[in-house]
């Protein structure tokens, strides 16, 4: 029996990729940005984040997030875009990434941008009414556009990675 794709079926074909779990745990650890060497400080939260490992908007005024800085482009492509982000100070569960969109960020504003294979900027989208998933799609219908890269709407700064899940019909570049 084929069953019709749901929304959420057509969002699973896409990773949201959070920071690794040995990056926020290198982080807590040694309380230094990786690679950079700059303090990490933990403060009470004052806004929302998210954090970056488990994808969930902070309590404000309760939890206890850590700041650090991170190339959110290490590993992915050569020029490095540092910039502030933070995870919680306590050890929190990675987000999963076949789980789609963070439901939990859904009200929050973001930039997308869809970059190609060569880190240039192919097309930029700011999402401020809950249509992150639908803009998603759209976007990875480019072919070109390898990766997707979400920055807070106001902030500027990196909240996550969206890619596409590689499957036995092979890569959607090339
Ligand atoms: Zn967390």
Redesign the pocket.
């Known amino acids: 029996m084929v069953e019709h794709n749901d929304w959420r079926d057509e969002m699973n074909v896409f990773r949201m990729i959070a920071i690794a779990s040995e990056l ?1 745990d290198k982080v807590r650890e040694t309380k230094l940005s990786p690679g950079y060497g700059h303090p990490g400080t933990a403060k009470v939260a004052t806004g929302h ?8 908007p ?1 309590v404000v005024g309760e ?1 206890v ?1 850590m700041l650090f800085t991170l190339n959110p482009f290490e590993g992915v492509a050569p020029i490095p875009q540092p910039g502030p982000v933070f ?2 100070e ?5 987000y999963e990434e076949t789980a789609g969109y963070p439901a939990e960020l859904l009200p929050f504003g973001v930039v997308l941008d869809g970059y190609d294979a060569e880190q240039m900027v192919r097309r930029r989208e700011t999402v401020t009414d809950g249509s992150q998933e639908a803009t998603i799609q759209e976007m990875m219908c480019d072919p070109l556009i390898r990766y997707v890269m979400l920055r807070d709407a106001k902030a500027g700064c990196f909240d996550l990675r969206v890619e596409r899940i590689l499957n036995g019909k092979g890569r959607f570049d090339g």
């Open positions: 926020a984040g998210p954090c970056r490992h488990c994808l969930r902070f939890d997030r995870i919680h306590a050890e929190c569960e990675r």
